[in-house]
């Protein structure tokens, strides 16, 4: 089965049910959504708007990487959200229980594209940069991916380190770090990402994680000539094109740029001249 990973257009707005809302780590949770079929064939990488109503001080939709899907007999009838408390609309969410409804849209945006050629796929995840990545590993785990995947999870401290127990059960070669040193190596994941793709340079890294991390991980690729997609994380008020809140300056093409939410959120590395 081939594992290229096609990007999607197609989106909804609905209000979707909440199936679970369970707390993660300190200040993480993942929360389960129901979703019509549109959604639910949302791909790693795509991101959907969420607005939490009713709560003070929240007016705009805030954008979250599909951290999986949702599936029964089989068939994909949700997604997956991981997400961090960091104001008042995530707070919110935090509280809501079972049953309960946000207002919804998506999927959005382009997801990664992995040929089938790529070995080893070097998967590089930074804190919350973990909900789309895990999504990749999965979906290309599942489509039995064909060459090695060499994950790498960074974050400040062990409670960061996100999705672990399923990361190891995963077919994949996993390396930890952490700034303070409580959970592998002590230091970004980038010193054995960059080790990593300086044996292998014909493979392929996939990344999402704060901007300091990404640009880190841009140089490592650019240095080695490997190929490399990231995922980036920037705030959004209307995810599809029309409001230029979003925009990122093309690389080598001064004054130009493209729109995180329509263009990306993944691009490839070279295109762009990431933030941060
Ligand atoms: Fe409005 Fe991207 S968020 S153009």
Known sequence: MPARVKVEMAMDLQDARIIHNRVLGPGYYKMELECIPSLAGAVPGQFVMILIRD?????????????????????????????????????????????????????????????????????????????????????????????????????????????????????????????????????????????????????????CGPPGMLKAVGRIAASCGCRCQVAVETLMACGMGACQGCVLEQAGRQGAYLKVCRDGPVFDASRIIIPG
Request: some cysteine; proline content about 7%; charged content about 20%.
């Open 55 to 207: 709560v003070e001080g929240v007016f705009w939709r805030r954008p979250f990487s599909v951290a999986g899907l949702v599936l029964e007999d089989g068939k994909a009838c949700g997604i997956e959200l991981i997400y961090k408390v960091v104001g008042r609309a995530t707070a919110a969410m935090s509280a809501m229980a079972p049953g309960q409804r946000v207002s919804l849209l998506g999927p959005l945006g382009r997801g990664f594209e992995v040929p089938d050629e790529s070995d080893p796929l070097f998967l590089a995840a930074g804190g919350i940069g973990i909900a789309p990545l895990i999504f990749l590993a999965r979906h290309l785990g599942a489509g039995n991916y064909p060459g090695r995947i060499i994950f790498f999870l960074g974050g400040r401290s062990k409670s960061d380190l996100l999705c672990l127990k399923e990361l190891e059960k995963l077919n994949l070669e996993l390396h930890l770090s952490t700034d303070d040193g409580s959970a592998g190596l002590a230091g970004p994941l980038t010193e054995p990402l960059a080790e990593a793709v300086a044996r292998d340079p014909d493979g392929m890294i996939c990344a």
